[in-house]
C-alpha cells in the first residue's frame, strides 16, 4: 500500500464502520480510488459455468449491495463482481449499528439485514451498465421488513432469476 492509500484506510478506520463503507463506495463513483485495472496472466485465467474470468477472485455481495459503484469495481482487478443482496421489494435492513470491526483479527461482523434498493431499482442499474470483460452477478434474497411488506416466496422472483448473472 502506498502513503495516500494508508492514509485513506487510516481516515475510514476512523469513522463508524457504516459510514466509511458508505464513503468508499462514494470515492469510488467519484474517481478518488486509485485502481489497478485488470489483473490478467494465462495462470489466472479460469472459467466458471463456462464463463470466462480474467481471474479467480472476485468480489463477493455484500460491498455493493445497490450496484452503484460497478463501472470502477471492475477496474479494481476483480475476476467477477456480486452485486445483492436484492429483495423483491426496497427495505432499509437491521436497525444499527450493524457492522462491527473485529481489528485485531482483521476481520468484520455484518447485520445488515438485506438493506437494498429492492430488485428492480437495481435490475435497471445492472441492464444500463456497458458489459465488460468482468462478469456480474446478483445474489438474491427475501423481503423481510414487516412495514414494508410481508415475506415474498422464492417462488414469486421471476426478476431475479433474470438478473442473475450478466456475462461479458
Known amino acids: 500500500m ?93 436497525p444499527g449499528p450493524r457492522l462491527f470491526r473485529l481489528t485485531e483479527d482483521r476481520a468484520a461482523i455484518n447485520r445488515f439485514g438485506f438493506n437494498n434498493d429492492g430488485m428492480e431499482a437495481i435490475a435497471a442499474r445492472l441492464s444500463r451498465r456497458t458489459p465488460g470483460k468482468v462478469p456480474v452477478g446478483s445474489t438474491s434474497g427475501p423481503t423481510r421488513c414487516p412495514t414494508t411488506a410481508p415475506p415474498i416466496s422464492p417462488a414469486s422472483w421471476p426478476a431475479a432469476a433474470r438478473m442473475s448473472i450478466s456475462p461479458p
Do not use: W
Open 2 to 94: 502506498n502513503l495516500t492509500e494508508r492514509l485513506g484506510l487510516a481516515a475510514l478506520h476512523c469513522l463508524d464502520p457504516e459510514r466509511a463503507h458508505g464513503l468508499s463506495l462514494a470515492a469510488l463513483r467519484a474517481g478518488l480510488v486509485p485502481l489497478p485495472g485488470p489483473v490478467t496472466s494465462p495462470r489466472l485465467a479460469t472459467s466458471l459455468a463456462g464463463m470466462p474470468l480474467l481471474n479467480p477472485v472476485g468480489l463477493a455481495a455484500g460491498y455493493d449491495k445497490n450496484a452503484t459503484a460497478i463501472g470502477p469495481l471492475s477496474r479494481a482487478g476483480f475476476g467477477f463482481i456480486e452485486v445483492g443482496a436484492a429483495t423483491p421489494l426496497p427495505q432499509p435492513g437491521n
